[in-house]
């Protein structure tokens, strides 16, 4: 099966950086879509970052522009997030997501990884 493990969390102060990683591995083809998503308590899961076309193309949610940076490595088969100038209200578990191919699958499958805590305070 496909999985999907996250690292790189923790706890950083206000204005303080983080890098999270998350590496995709099993038997598939491609991974066409590669994305960030964060749950706060109490709140809904929302889209951070996502990478489609095979990185080519990149969008981000408006509260994280211009702070946080996706990349991915293909050849890895890995994910990356740096966080850069966090806030408290960044504080939440994020998660990676993927969106997979494989020949004998008809559509391409999610999956995600179980998520690390990041918390931002002083």
């Known amino acids: 099966q496909v999985q999907l493990v996250e690292s790189g969390g923790g706890l950083v102060q206000p204005g303080g950086s983080l890098r999270l990683s998350c590496v995709v591995s099993g038997t598939f083809s491609s991974i066409p879509i590669m994305a960030w998503y964060r749950q706060a308590p109490g709140e809904e899961r929302e889209l951070v970052a996502r990478s489609t076309n095979g990185g080519s193309t990149t969008d981000y949610a408006d509260s994280v522009k211009g702070r946080f940076t996706m990349s991915r490595d293909n050849a890895k088969n890995t994910m990356y997030l740096q966080m850069d100038s966090l806030k408290p209200e960044d504080t939440a578990r994020y998660y990676c997501?993927?969106?997979?191919?494989?020949?004998?699958?008809?559509?391409?499958?999610?999956?995600w990884g179980q998520g690390t805590q990041v918390t931002v305070s002083s």
């Open positions: 997501h993927a969106v997979v191919n494989k020949p004998t699958w008809l559509v391409p499958t999610p999956f």
